[in-house]
């Protein structure tokens, strides 16, 4: 039995970053998410008025998501220390990446390749608060709405889509969720 | 130094010192306990199985209680069993010690993985037990009987303790990913001075492969089975066609995780067998390199494979063509193992001790279940096999006749680690030859059964069909080989507990042994090694 | 095994001086081993949350006009001032670690308890959010969707998908907000300085992922136009 009593104390020698690089980073971060904002919500009605080219909701989320990856990598490498720590870590969570990718492709391979998506259907054991849904929809009432919520600038009830719905006619095949004719934006994929 | 008799077992005493024990030999032992217990458990339910389908149109129990017995068999041997059983019970006693370290990275949490395993198990007992009281009757509860799969939306809408399980199999997979954690760190940053990669010993290789498995896989049956729970408490509609979701999405989140955990399952089998084979051959292991990293190219490989247990879920054609063809790359290097344990058997100087006869059996067993798994990764000819119990007939193979064999070789090999007594040869070695005999009358009959269309998981079959004269007889034939089976683990297990009271005393190395772990006394005290490990300096497994 | 006397100053009247355990050799094996085993952690979580985001591809890709629907009834200017909060939880976060590094330990704990209080900002934030779709008689699940005006007869699963995402994402914020408690209380004790900050450094890994997961969340689910 190894009976040395070995007193070891700690002498790790910590990297200690420059303040400045902290708040440049959150900086950076903040700015990013600021021009996520715009390409979402804003670019898309400029570019329409300048080039006639339509920003799809897909396309916008896919430019949101390549700004997301780029704030990711921020936090990653400079937060989360990883540009200076052993590059095992950032095997490690690159490698997450890479398989939680293959989950991605493979699954929606089977599931974008399909012919017949999956849509509420009629069975047996459909809950009540859903047979209506099968039905004529009825005459369209809003809910009371609380002025307090939009004295908060929130939008209360379908005030969103003032258009036609067909979509409560039919629910199962295609058919359900078709388009509406919404500033002709609508790109079924 | 230490004094005459001290090891790590008598290190200190009391029922305390082992619940609250951060020594990883005794976490590997308690570990060892409660999987033999649930094996033996695993095994009545399968008992029951086989009584059942013994004969045509039978009675032994009924249908509900026969949904319950295969849906426990499943549940009790996939998470209870065979996850833990080589890399908790096998895996945390050698690990350490082949790694010339005194424990691994994380001890406090190794023992916070086995409580959680505890926990999990207590827990899915009751989900067991519980349905049988008479309020839960009284609440309309039904023994669980989804099958281990709980594919939706028939987990969704069946009456039981479906949630019970499901928490208790999610608790359960926290203690794999804690497990697998501590593994992968203790082989990272834990190995002696001198033991590169390519000096590692093959054990640690496979554990390796299996963790990096069990940290990436385990989540995401994790987030099924939340998402499962949540379709059942708050009807999120997620898998549920009647509101709008799909329940083919609920085969592919299960079976992300499923399949790369059968690959968790069998390569720390492969690592023990590795392991056995070169000892009891006294020759260096024929093609280390491609041992190892086959390991790793078999973890990997894994994730790209799941949707080959989906081929008649109504996925798209094209999904099933190219899961069918990436099916056959993940056979390649398991393939390679087996060129590579028989080359090292050939011309060496062949020791038949009990581990070795475990070791022999695997390599004809895991042959057989891996060339079956071939015409099940065939889209075409899986048409006609899904489901029936071809695939059975398979996976038992591959995992009784694989990891389980390794599982009970490993045991016979480092017994006298572990607890520094020999048991009889004889004994142990007959045992084998039942098991080994058992196990083919029973899983053999099997494929016949399967390739005529008998189906899985129903309860009677008519005695009139065209194909019942085989039916007939290949399932009493299974019937009867189950029998021998038990009997022979049976034998096997009083075996090695008699040998604890009148075993011999083993000594440091009793095979033979090149890994670390044969280096120190039987058992090891209580740090592993007495004074410092010594810088590895030659290969593993030379023997001159 | 060595034993040496650390050629590190400790000021023992603030810190409590650290051994190095006992089955690791030296001080920066043990760290960079707690170091690995954290990342190996957040590989879970990972892989756990990419599960929610792959059923959210799916049915979008399914359904497209059925997200854009609903998101409508997301404010995405709550979204936002939720995301600046936890970057600059984030900031705190990685600031507090620092200060321990210099053996600040008053920087250190302040730090600390400025991401807590951020958090429960953020909680506070999501409470009206989920207040806000209760009122409306949105609630998670199927049975209970009872939004009363129009909507697309999928949107119940846009919905679930929401609340799967951001529930789960609320239960890590809390989840991290009692991690980072608990760091305070032993900062607070002088258990950690330049020599030793494993645990800060760990939960502050925790507390980036928990940022780096609604970086993603945000767009994905409240920037559909």
């Known amino acids: 039995m190894s009976g040395h009593d070995h007193h070891n104390p700690a002498d790790h020698v910590p990297h200690v970053m420059p303040l400045r690089m902290y708040f440049a980073i959150a900086g950076a971060l903040i700015v990013l998410t600021v021009v996520t904002v715009w390409t979402a919500k804003f670019m898309p009605e400029l570019i329409l008025e300048h080039t006639k080219m339509q920003i799809t909701p897909t396309i916008a989320i896919i430019i949101a998501m390549i700004i997301a990856f780029f704030k990711a990598a921020l936090v990653c490498l400079y937060f989360m220390h990883l540009k200076y720590d052993s590059p095992l870590n950032r095997l490690t969570f690159v490698s997450g990446l890479f398989f939680l990718s293959l989950f991605f492709i493979f699954t929606l391979g089977d599931t974008m390749t399909r012919k017949e998506t999956p849509t509420a259907a009629q069975t047996d054991y459909m809950p009540e608060n859903f047979k209506f849904m099968t039905e004529k929809p009825p005459k369209p009432y809003w809910i009371p709405a609380w002025h307090g919520w939009t004295d908060m600038g929130y939008k209360i009830g379908a005030e969103g889509h003032g258009h036609d719905h067909s979509d409560h006619d039919h629910d199962h095949g295609e058919g359900a969720d078709h388009d509406h004719a919404e500033d002709g934006e609508k790109e079924k994929k | ?544 | ?225």
């Open chain 3, 1 to 225: 095994m060595s034993t040496h006397d650390s050629n590190i100053e400790v000021d023992k009247s603030q810190f409590l001086e650290r051994n190095v355990s006992h089955h690791f050799e030296t001080a920066d094996q043990e760290m960079d081993s707690c170091k690995l085993g954290m990342w190996l952690f957040l590989l879970t979580e990972i892989l756990l949350f990419g599960g929610l985001f792959v059923a959210y591809v799916v049915f979008r890709s399914w359904h497209p006009e059925t997200w854009e629907a609903g998101a409508e009834h997301l404010d995405w200017k709550m979204g936002a001032v939720n995301t600046g909060i936890l970057i600059t939880s984030s900031l705190t976060m990685a600031l507090a670690i620092r200060q321990a590094q210099l053996n600040d330990k008053k920087g250190t704990v302040l730090l600390l308890l400025a991401t807590v209080i951020l958090a429960a900002g953020f909680l506070v934030v999501k409470y009206f959010e989920y207040g806000h779709k209760f009122h409306m008689g949105i609630f998670p699940g199927g049975e209970n969707y009872m939004f009363a005006g129009r909507h697309l007869s999928n949107e119940h699963i846009y919905f679930s998908i929401y609340y799967m995402m951001t529930g789960l994402h609320v239960l890590h914020v809390i989840f991290g907000m009692m991690a980072i408690i608990w760091v305070t209380f032993r900062a607070a004790k002088g258990h950690f300085y330049s020599a030793y900050y494993t645990p800060v450094e760990n939960v502050g890994l925790y507390w980036h992922l928990v940022d780096l997961i609604w970086i993603f969340l945000f767009p994905l689910l409240y920037l559909t136009k």
């Open chain 2, 1 to 544: 130094m230490s004094e005459a008799g001290t090891n790590y077992i008598n290190h200190e005493k009391g029922l305390k010192s082992w619940l609250t024990t951060v020594d990883h030999k005794r976490i590997g032992l308690m570990y060892l306990w409660s999987v033999i217990i649930f094996l033996l458990a695993g095994g009545l339910f399968a008992l029951m199985i086989r009584f059942q389908l013994a004969k045509p149109e039978l009675d032994f129990i009924s249908k509900q209680t026969y949904n319950q017995a295969f849906t426990l068999h499943g549940v009790i041997m996939v998470f209870l069993f065979i996850i833990p059983s080589i890399p908790a019970a096998l895996g945390n006693f050698v690990l350490p010690i082949q790694v010339g370290a005194k424990d691994v990275a994380f001890p406090r949490m190794n023992l916070a993985s086995f409580y959680i395993y505890v926990i999990g198990a207590l827990l899915a007992l009751a989900a067991i037990i519980l349905p049988y009281l008479p309020s839960f009757q009284e609440a309309g509860w039904k023994p669980l009987d989804a099958g281990w799969t709980f594919y939706a939306p028939y987990s969704k809408h069946t009456q039981g303790p479906v949630i019970m399980m499901t928490t208790a199999a999610f608790i359960l997979g926290f203690s794999s990913i804690f497990t697998g954690l501590n593994f992968i760190v203790t082989i990272h940053k834990l190995r002696v001075k001198g033991m590169t990669w390519y000096k590692m010993p093959l054990l640690l290789w496979s554990i390796y492969a299996t963790s990096i498995l069990q940290v990436l896989a385990t989540p995401v049956v994790g987030i099924t089975l939340l998402l499962l729970i949540m379709e059942r408490t708050l009807d999120i509609g997620i898998f549920d066609p009647a509101l709008g979701g799909d329940p083919v999405l609920f085969q592919h989140f299960f079976w992300f995780y499923s399949h790369p955990a059968v690959y968790i399952m069998i390569l720390p089998g492969m690592g023990v067998i590795s392991e056995l084979i070169s000892t009891f051959s006294k020759k260096v292991i024929f093609g280390y390199n491609a041992i190892a990293n086959s390991s790793i190219a078999i973890a990997v490989i894994s994730f790209f494979v799941w949707g080959h247990h989906m081929f008649l879920s109504q996925q798209t054609t094209y999904s099933s063509m190219v899961f069918s063809f990436l099916t056959f790359g993940v056979a390649i290097p398991s393939a390679i193992k087996i060129f590579n344990w028989v080359a090292t058997l050939h011309r060496g100087s062949l020791d038949f001790k009990t581990p070795m006869c475990y070791a022999l059996s695997f390599l004809f067993l895991f042959t057989i279940g891996g060339l079956t798994g071939l015409y099940l990764g065939t889209l075409s000819t899986d048409v006609m096999l899904h489901d029936t119990y071809f695939v059975v007939a398979h996976f038992h193979y591959v995992m009784f006749g694989g990891t389980a064999i390794a599982f009970f070789g490993g045991l016979h090999y480092w017994w006298p680690k572990m607890y520094g007594k020999m048991y009889n040869e004889t004994v142990g070695r007959i045992a084998c030859l039942i098991i080994f005999v058992g196990f083919n009358i029973t899983f053999f009959s099997q494929f016949f059964l399967g390739s005529t269309g008998f189906p899985r998981r129903y309860h009677s079959y008519a005695g009139d069909s065209h194909v019942a004269e085989t039916w007939r007889s290949m399932s009493g034939l299974s019937t009867i080989g189950a029998v021998i089976l038990g009997i022979g683990i049976a034998i096997m297990f009083i075996n090695l507990i008699i040998s604890l009271k009148t075993g011999k005393k083993a000594p440091k190395n009793p095979w033979g042994g090149t890994t670390l772990e044969w280096e120190t006394q039987s058992p090891p005290v209580h740090e592993n090694f007495e004074g410092d490990v010594p810088p590895l300096e030659k290969a593993p497994y030379t023997y001159s």
